[in-house]
C-alpha cells in the first residue's frame, strides 16, 4: 500500500515545491521591499540552501549524527523524494520492461511460451540472483555472457547464411550464401508505403533507400534524418538514457569504479566500446539481412510459427525465428547466452534501483532507526517490486522501436548539460534539475502539439527546447557557492575558456593546468577513439559484402588503413594520458606528504 501511494502522489511532489517557492517568494519580497540590504543576504542564503540540499548528493553519503542539519531545509524531502522515484523506480522499470518484452518475444517464438510464463521464469531467476548476488554477481555475469553470446551470435549468422545458399543457390553453404545474399539484396530498395503503411521492397530505382548502403538516400528527407543526420549531428551530445551518458554516468562509472586502478579502468572502457560497437553489431546484421530473404514479411514468419502468439509477432521478431536455422547444440548455447544478456541488464537495474529506493527514499522517510539486517531484507523486497513494476510495463509495450523512442524522449536535451558540467563553472544542480523537468514535459507536450510529425524532428524541437531551458537557468538561476568552484578548480585543475574566472580566483595558472589536464591529448585521443570505431566498423561491412559486390574493396581496404593509422594514434596518447596520470599522482602524492 505504500508504494502504491508513493507511485500515485509523484505529482504532489511537484506541487509541493511550487507551493513552497511560492510561499518563500512572497515572504522574501516583503522583507527586501522593507529591509533593502535583506537582498545580499538572501543572494547567499540560496546558495547556502542549495547545497543544505540533497541534490549533487545522496542523502545516505552525509553521516548520521549530522543528517539532522540538512533535515531542516524544506527542500530535502521532495528533492530526496524525486531523486528516488525519476532514477530509482522510472528509468530503471522502463529499461527493465523494454528488455523484458525481448525475452517475451524471443520465448514466444522459439517455444510458443506466452508472456506471462517467460516472466515468471526471467524473473524467479534475476530478482533471487540480485537479492543475493550484488554487484559482484552483475561482473561476473557480464564477463560469462559476452562471451557466450558473442559465440551463439556468430553461429547464428553463419547458420542464416547456410540457409540462404541452400534457398537460393540448392547448395547449403555459408560462403555461397553470403555471396548470393549481397548480390540478391544490392538490387532491391526500401520504399516508404503509400500513406501510414509500412516501408515495402522494390528493385532500385534511386526513389527508396538502398538496401546494403552506407549512407542515407538524401531524397527521403525523413529517414536521413532519422537513421543519419540525428544520431551523427545531435544524438551523440543531446540524448541521454542509461548506457549512452554523454560527460560520463552512472553505467560507466559502476564498472569503472569497480576496476583495481585507473590504467584498468580505461583499458576495459576501451574495450567495451571496440566489443560492443564494432565486433557485436555485425553478426546481428547479417542475421537480419538473411531474414529479409527468408522472412519476406510478418506473415511469413506467422505461418513458420503458428503457435506463436500473434499479438508479439512484430519485426522485431525476425532475429529469433532464424535461431529455428541453428543445430541443437548452438540452440542450448543461444539460449543460454540469451538468459546471460538478459540477466546482465535486469540485474544491473535491479541493484541500482533498489540502492536509490532503500538508502534515499526508505530509509530516508519511513524507517529512519532500523538494522542494517532489515534494510537488507528491504532492498530485496524492493528488488521484487521493481521487477513486477518492470514485468506490467513490459506488457504494455508492443516493439523494441517504440521503448526505445520513448527512452529517447524522455532523456532528449539533456546530454549537452552533462558534458558542459566539466567545462563550464555555470552548470549547476539547478540546470540538470531544470533539464530533467523540461525533457520529461516536453517528451509528452511536443507530440501532442506536432501530430503526424515524424520522431526525428519531435526529438529536435524537444533538444532544442530542453537545451533553451538549462541554459537560462545557468544564466539567470542560482550559482554554485565561489569557495566550493574554487575547491573544484585546486583539486581537477579544468582546462578551457569556461573556467578562466574561477581560475584566476583559485590562484591555478595555465602552466599548472596544462601540466595536470592534457585536455588537447585526451581530445586527439577522443576523436582517434571515434575513427577507430567507425573505419572499423565500416571496413568490416564493406569486407563482408565485397564478395557479392566487388566495388566495395576499395572502400574496405582504405578504411582498413584509416583504422590502422587511427589506432596507433589512439594507442599512443593512452600511453602518454596514462604517463600523465602517473606522474600527476606522485605529485599529489609529494604535496600530501609535504
Keep these: 500500500p505504500q508504494w502504491g501511494w508513493i507511485v ?18 512572497i515572504v522574501v519580497s516583503s522583507l527586501t521591499t522593507k529591509y533593502r540590504d535583506f537582498t545580499f543576504l538572501i543572494a547567499f542564503g540560496v546558495q547556502l540552501m542549495m547545497y543544505a540540499t540533497p541534490i549533487i548528493y545522496p542523502m545516505s553519503s552525509i553521516p548520521e549524527k549530522w543528517r539532522w542539519l540538512i533535515q531542516l531545509n524544506p527542500m530535502t524531502a521532495p528533492v530526496e523524494t524525486f531523486r528516488a522515484i525519476y532514477l530509482g523506480l522510472f528509468f530503471n522499470c522502463f529499461i527493465m520492461g523494454t528488455v523484458t518484452l525481448a ?9 510458443g511460451m506466452p508472456a506471462w510464463q517467460t516472466i515468471l521464469v526471467t524473473g524467479v531467476l534475476n530478482v533471487a540472483f540480485a537479492a543475493h548476488s550484488g554487484l559482484w554477481g552483475v561482473l561476473v555475469i557480464d564477463m560469462i555472457q559476452f562471451f557466450i553470446k558473442m559465440t551463439a551470435v556468430f553461429a547464428a549468422a553463419w547458420f542464416s547464411l547456410v540457409e540462404v545458399g541452400r534457398r537460393l543457390g540448392g547448395d547449403a553453404s555459408g560462403w555461397l550464401g553470403l555471396k548470393l545474399l549481397v548480390g540478391k539484396l544490392s538490387t532491391l530498395q526500401v520504399v516508404q508505403g503509400v500513406g501510414n503503411a509500412q516501408p515495402v521492397m522494390s528493385p532500385s530505382d534511386g526513389s527508396g533507400q538502398p538496401i546494403l548502403d552506407m549512407l542515407p538516400n538524401f531524397g527521403m528527407s525523413e529517414l536521413a534524418l532519422m537513421i543519419f543526420i540525428l544520431p551523427i549531428g545531435i544524438s551523440w551530445w543531446a540524448n541521454w538514457y542509461p548506457g549512452a551518458e554523454p560527460g560520463g554516468g552512472s553505467y560507466i562509472a559502476q564498472r569503472m569504479l569497480a576496476s583495481k586502478s585507473e590504467k584498468d579502468a580505461l583499458g576495459g572502457t576501451l574495450f567495451f566500446n571496440i566489443a560492443h560497437y564494432v565486433l557485436r553489431p555485425w553478426p546481428w546484421i547479417i542475421t537480419a539481412l538473411c531474414s529479409i530473404i527468408v522472412y519476406p514479411d510478418l506473415a511469413s514468419i ?24 541453428l543445430p541443437v547444440g548452438f540452440v542450448g548455447l543461444m539460449i543460454g547466452g540469451l538468459l546471460a544478456a538478459n540477466s546482465s541488464t535486469i540485474l544491473t537495474h535491479l541493484n541500482w534501483g533498489s540502492s536509490y529506493l532503500i538508502h534515499d527514499f526508505y530509509r530516508r522517510f519511513i524507517r529512519k532507526d ?6 537488507v531484507n528491504a532492498g530485496r523486497v524492493a528488488t521484487i517490486f521493481l521487477y513486477v513494476v518492470a514485468a506490467l510495463l513490459s506488457l504494455g509495450m508492443t516493439s523494441a522501436q517504440q521503448a526505445f523512442q520513448v527512452l529517447l524522449s524522455i532523456g532528449a536535451g539533456t546530454g549537452l548539460l ?25 517528451a509528452v507536450a511536443v507530440p501532442q502539439l506536432m501530430p503526424g510529425v515524424g520522431f526525428a524532428t519531435v526529438t529536435i524541437v524537444q533538444v532544442g527546447i ?107 596518447v593512452t600511453k602518454q594520458l596514462w604517463a600523465d596520470s602517473t606522474a600527476s599522482q606522485a605529485r599529489a602524492d609529494a604535496r600530501a606528504a609535504a
Design 466 to 572: 530542453t537545451t533553451v531551458a538549462w541554459l537560462l537557468t545557468a544564466f539567470i538561476g542560482p550559482t554554485t557557492d565561489r569557495a566550493t568552484l574554487i575547491s573544484f578548480v585546486q583539486k581537477v585543475k579544468p582546462a578551457g575558456p569556461g573556467w578562466t574566472d574561477i581560475r584566476a580566483a583559485a590562484g591555478i595558472s595555465d602552466g599548472e593546468v596544462a601540466q595536470e589536464n592534457r585536455i588537447g591529448a585526451a581530445f586527439t585521443g577522443w576523436i582517434a577513439g571515434c575513427i577507430v570505431i567507425w573505419s572499423s566498423l565500416f571496413a568490416i561491412g564493406n569486407f563482408l559484402y565485397a564478395p557479392g559486390d566487388p566495388s566495395r574493396w576499395p572502400a574496405a581496404w582504405m578504411l582498413l588503413g584509416v583504422f590502422v593509422v587511427s589506432g596507433v594514434v589512439l594507442l599512443r
Design 418 to 442: 552533462y558534458m558542459a558540467r566539466w567545462f563550464w563553472w555555470r552548470v549547476s544542480a539547478w540546470c540538470e534539475i531544470v533539464a530533467m523537468a523540461a525533457s520529461l514535459i516536453t
Design 302 to 325: 506467422q505461418s513458420a510459427f503458428p503457435n506463436a502468439d500473434a499479438s508479439l509477432i512484430g519485426h522485431d521478431s525476425a532475429f529469433p525465428a532464424m535461431l529455428k536455422f
Design 370 to 375: 532500523a538494522s542494517e539486517t532489515h534494510y
Design 103 to 111: 525475452a517475451c518475444k524471443i520465448a514466444n517464438i522459439l517455444f
Design 8 to 25: 500515485v502522489l509523484t505529482p504532489a511532489l511537484v506541487l509541493l515545491m511550487a507551493a513552497l517557492g511560492l510561499g518563500a517568494g
